[in-house]
């Protein structure tokens, strides 16, 4: 597979592709899935263009950014998942997303636990955070499956909140 990042037993994540953009645009398009992300509000095409250059400047930079995550058994792209550092912030921040038909496969765990594994090894990365809205209890339960503790409650100036988790090279896993 063209730029394998690493294996897992169901997965493979590799490098973003151009040829990834209708992937791309299948779960960040997706107005149920994104309900989450960000704003809320889904992806246009020429925002997923946007996505792979942002990723190529971050690879190019740092070494890493946001990958495809391939089911070994079909060879699909059943999402994404990715180190990143949002609005220049200076810790590495893991996000994921996968198409909805995946979703409750376990494969988002999966797939964060041996990022942040690959993070560390490969690019020494020794702490990692990640954030979630309060009520995605979903997110919660991935983010800590995956080996991440459940952080502080941040209060935004907009009145909302984030919560945020933090995993540790070298520090016992957290149990789901």
């Not at 960000?38 to 890493?64: H, K, S």
């Amino acid at each position: 597979m063209p730029h394998l990042l690493f294996e897992t037993p169901r997965l493979q994540v590799r490098r973003l592709e151009d040829a990834d953009l209708d992937a791309l645009l299948a779960v960040y398009g997706d107005a149920e899935a994104m309900r989450w992300v960000g704003d809320g509000r889904p992806l246009d095409r020429a925002r997923c263009e946007e996505w792979l250059a942002v990723t190529r400047r971050n690879v190019a930079t740092r070494g890493y950014g946001m990958c495809a995550v391939v089911e070994r058994a079909s060879g699909a792209v059943v999402g994404f998942c990715g180190l990143v550092h949002p609005g220049g912030e200076t810790e590495a921040e893991l996000k994921y997303a996968l198409r909805r038909e995946h979703w409750g496969r376990g494969y988002a765990s999966e797939a964060a636990a041996a990022l942040l594994a690959h993070g560390a090894a490969a690019h020494g990365l020794r702490r990692v955070v990640a954030t979630a809205a309060p009520g995605n209890l979903a997110s919660h339960r991935v983010l800590l499956k995956a080996g991440l503790t459940r952080g502080e409650l941040v209060r935004h100036d907009d009145g909302s909140f984030t919560q945020r988790f933090e995993w540790r090279a070298g520090a016992p896993e957290a149990a789901p």
